[in-house]
């Protein structure tokens, strides 16, 4: 563990939060420490074998948009795609950040670096079954979820640091961490992400899929949004860097 080195990135990320580079460098710093014997654990199960050889790799499945709206409207299918073209993402592109990151990194063994590639490749999916947005409360929660399924302690460290900044740069009144806290607890009742077939779930309805996963609305969440659009301000531009 190097909570130095990670305080450090924390504060290179807050210049800009699209840098995923600080967010690979901070979990590298706070990893999860029983990451191989869970990843041991599902692949060698039955059903880890079967999604492995069902879904090789994520990305070419997400990011075939084709393809995923052929399924039925209001699937996770089409969620999932009306959210990355909405924002500008691929999951490729997340990949090819993580690839830069990491080609000075020893190679993995095939079948655990299949695990981390999941882990990382549904953290967008887990912004569609949560509801939270891409503004920074919703980034923050969906870390606090996150650490529930996968506790890497970067998880909460970016969290919580992150809903600290928004309460000194957006002031008093919205729940934040509360709501940081919320996504925590909900993420408990939510089985691993990484770990579900996303050729089961992505045809299905997205309120099934939630039903499915025990994924519950995040009202605190709901309730800082609120609060701030009554104060006239942006969820999506708290520190108003739109008009920068």
Sequence with gaps: MQPAKALHHFRELLKDKE???????????????????AAERFMLSPRGQAIRAAEPALAPILDDHAALRRYPAGSLAHAYCDFMEREGLTAQGLADEFAKFARDRGPYHDQFRWYLERMRDVHDMLH????????????????AFTYSQQPAPANLFIGYMAGLNIRQQAGKGAPVLRAIREGQRLGKACPRMCEQSMLELLPLPLDEVRRRLKVTP????ADCHAVWRAQGVDPFDLLGKKAA
């Excluded at 840098?19 to 014997?37: D, K, M, Y």
């Excluded at 569609?128 to 870390?143: F, H, Q």
């Design 128 to 143: 569609i079954v949560t509801g939270y947005g891409r503004d920074a409360l919703g980034e923050a929660c969906v870390l």
């Design 218 to 221: 995040a009202m605190r969440y």
């Design 19 to 37: 840098n995923t580079e600080e967010v690979f460098h901070i979990f590298e710093s706070l990893p999860w420490q029983g990451i191989r014997a």
